[in-house]
């Protein structure tokens, strides 16, 4: 191993496709500096889709994935970083650009969900939707702020900001009968406005951020919370888990990835076009 390979940092990655992403890029040649809440595995737990009840244990953790890094023959920087907690956000951007100099890939996977996130209008507490929109929309501004001088610094980077559909769809029946709350929606649509403005800005200087739409991709963590049936039954069809990491490779390392610059991507399309699971 050594320190002359390119750098990714890769939010969200103890589980699901922020792990799926951050083997892909570690197997295409990269380092790989990783964040999630979870450090040890059996510590995992995430909310119920509604209500309030017990949270869910998952599999997942930065042990795990940095074992899996490693084995592919990369570097791996696990970093503790709670989307929720704006200075866990900017001390991981510390971390790793102390540890490593550089991040030439940036993955904004991460998302936050707490307790009631999806529930129905009249039953959500706004200030339920204030923390989702700050973990989704404000500190996923504050990370780019912190990494974004760096990667001008050297020459250039490149971001992929995973986006959702919920976005720009209405949901197509009430949270928990196959739709989803407008809490979490409203802060991914505001999260879909970062990478334009990116490229707006600092194009120019050899930056380039992607709207990467993953489709519905059921994770460890989405099945535990139950409600996938409904969807299913909505005509939402699955994407393979990792279908998202070998999209972002292909964005990353591939010229002609700039014509989907100014794009929100469709991960299923890209991936059936180009063949990248074949």
């Excluded at 309030?52 to 503790?80: D, F, H, N, Q």
């Excluded at 990494?147 to 900001?161: H, K």
Aim: hydrophobic share 45%.
């Amino acid at each position: 191993m050594t320190a002359t390979r390119p750098v990714a940092l890769v939010t969200g990655a103890s589980r699901g496709i922020g792990r799926r992403t951050a083997l892909a890029l570690a197997a295409a040649g990269h380092d790989v500096a990783f964040t999630a809440r979870t450090v040890a595995e059996g510590e995992g737990r995430i909310p119920p889709r509604q209500g309030t009840a017990a949270a869910i244990p998952v599999p997942g953790s930065l042990e795990r994935t940095r074992a899996e890094i490693e084995a592919l023959g990369a570097r791996a920087l696990p970093v503790r970083m709670d989307l929720l907690d704006r200075e866990s956000v900017r001390a991981a951007a510390r971390t790793v650009l102390d540890a490593w100099e550089r991040v030439d890939v940036l993955v904004n996977n991460a998302v936050a969900h707490i307790p009631g996130t999806h529930e129905r209008f009249l039953d959500l507490d706004v200030d339920v939707a204030e923390q989702v929109a700050a973990g989704n929309y404000l500190n996923q501004i504050v990370l780019l702020q912190a990494v974004l001088p760096a990667m001008v610094e050297q020459g250039g980077g490149t971001i992929v900001n995973l986006c959702s559909g919920s976005a720009t769809s209405d949901p197509p029946a009430p949270p928990g009968e196959g739709g989803w709350g407008v809490a979490y929606s409203a802060s991914k649509a505001a999260f879909g406005r970062l990478a334009g403005a990116v490229n707006a800005e600092y194009r120019g200087r050899g930056i380039r951020a992607f709207n990467l739409d993953p489709g519905f991709v059921v994770t460890d963590a989405g099945a535990a919370r139950g409600g996938i049936d409904a969807l299913k039954g909505k005509g939402f069809e699955a994407t393979p888990e990792e279908a998202p990491g070998a999209a972002i490779v292909w964005l990353v390392t591939h010229p002609e990835a700039e014509k989907f610059l100014g794009r929100v991507i469709w991960t299923p399309k890209l991936v059936a076009e180009l063949g990248l699971l074949d």
